[in-house]
């Protein structure tokens, strides 16, 4: 009776031995999608001049390194750019562009988003006073502000697998103001913040030490 017994015990015991070697299927997935993928860079398909020279260095470069050439220094450089499917239209949009009514604007974003870090941290009569000064500028006027240049190009974006996205016309404004304007617009708005207690008086103390490369 024992016998019996033994020969479906030893067949179960190489089923379960058979079980464990089997190697499990492989159900790891490889995560690298499409969406995990960068378009390639955006092609310059024509441009302003083409075939007659090349796209203007300014177009392509950042404004930190436009402010590096020669014929900026002295400057602070704003890069305004629109865009559209329509070349007619898009131009019109820069056409009706002001920009002396929008250059105080781009001034105060731009001193906010450059010196912003500088204050945070340090008190909040700081970083209050400091909004008072970038709101007193946005509402006032800056004057010198010229524009340096205007070109357009039509670029083609690509999705993530390479295909064509979409093909857009862009049209760039190289705006220029004295630094010595925006100085004077700083000067203008502590002018017009005064500081009405101690704190206040080290809050601006703090602000203009962020700013002193523009005073």
């Known amino acids: 009776m024992k016998r019996y017994l033994i020969i ?5 015991l190489i089923v379960a031995v058979g079980c464990k070697s089997t190697p499990k299927a492989d159900t790891t997935t490889n995560n690298t999608t499409t969406d995990t993928m960068k378009p390639p860079e955006p092609q310059i398909l024509t441009h302003q001049y083409a075939g007659l020279g090349d796209v ?5 470069m950042p404004v930190g390194k436009i402010e590096e050439l020669p014929d900026f220094k002295g400057y602070y450089v704003f890069k305004e750019s629109f865009s559209g ?7 019109i949009q820069a056409q009706n562009f002001s920009i002396d009514d929008q250059i105080a604007r781009l001034v105060s974003v731009r001193i906010q988003s450059k010196y912003a870090g500088a204050i945070v941290g340090d008190s909040d009569n700081a970083e209050q006073y400091f909004e008072k000064v970038v ?3 946005a509402d006032g006027r800056v004057g010198g502000a010229k524009k340096y240049d205007e070109y ?3 670029r083609r974006y690509f999705k993530n697998d390479g295909s064509i996205d979409k093909d857009v016309y862009e049209y760039y404004l190289l705006v220029r103001v004295p630094v010595s304007e925006i100085k004077a617009a700083i000067a203008r708005a502590f002018a017009g913040n005064k500081p009405q207690s101690k704190e206040e008086t080290r809050a601006q103390d703090l602000v203009k030490d962020a700013l002193k490369d523009l005073e």
């Open 8 to 12: 479906p015990l030893l067949v179960l």
């Open 56 to 60: 203007p260095d300014w177009v392509l």
């Open 85 to 91: 499917r329509n070349l007619e239209g898009t131009k």
């Open 135 to 137: 709101k007193s500028i």
């Open 152 to 154: 357009w190009v039509e």
